[in-house]
């Protein structure tokens, strides 16, 4: 389950990267070029992508930890 999340989230990062840079127009061609909402649903995504790929969150710890 914790590859299949991964690889979600890899390919959400990728996308979420394509978006931005479409939408601030960098990457041309598209009909997303030049349209803010795309950088912002891109920049999203790669929030998103980069929680679930990040290690040390609190999904999937396991149960509490004792300090010491």
Do not use: H, K
Not at 38 to 65: D, F, K, M, Y
Request: hydrophobic share 55%; with cysteine.
């Amino acid at each position: 389950m914790r590859l299949a999340i991964r690889i979600v989230a890899a390919i959400a990062l990728l996308a979420g990267v394509v978006f931005f840079f479409q939408g601030i127009g960098i990457i041309p061609g598209s009909f997303m070029t030049g349209r803010s909402e795309w950088a912002v649903i891109g920049a999203a995504l790669v929030a998103g992508a980069a929680t679930l790929l990040c290690p040390g969150g609190t999904a999937g710890s396991g149960g509490t930890r004792r300090s010491q």
